[in-house]
């Protein structure tokens, strides 16, 4: 089980989603959504992934930001 991210994209570009997630905002769903089917694109946090990321969601700084506060509260039950 996932237990230490939110989500994840496997090399054959399956995503893992952690279960918790759906006790976040919507918006935070959708960033972690975008973020992962970005990494089908680009498979590590280069500069292209970030600006894949911000093409398609500009405000991800703000967004994850709030999710980060969220994490220890949530990942860790």
Same mark, same amino acid.
């Given at each position: 089980?996932?237990?230490?991210q939110?989500?994840? =994209?496997?090399?054959?570009?399956?995503?893992? #989603?952690n279960?918790?997630?759906?006790?976040?905002p919507?918006? =935070?769903?959708?960033?972690? !959504?975008?973020h +992962? #089917? =970005?990494? !089908?694109?680009?498979?590590?946090?280069?500069?292209?992934?970030?600006?894949?990321l911000?093409?398609?969601?500009?405000?991800?700084?703000?967004?994850?930001?709030?999710?980060d506060?969220?994490a +220890? #509260?949530?990942?860790?039950?």
């Open positions: 089980p996932m237990t230490k939110w989500g994840s =994209c496997s090399a054959k570009g399956n995503l893992m #989603l279960p918790h997630l759906i006790k976040a919507k918006e =935070c769903i959708d960033y972690v !959504i975008l +992962e #089917l =970005c990494h !089908i694109a680009e498979h590590n946090h280069s500069e292209k992934f970030w600006r894949l911000t093409s398609v969601m500009p405000h991800w700084k703000e967004v994850k930001a709030r999710l506060g969220m +220890e #509260l949530y990942l860790n039950e």
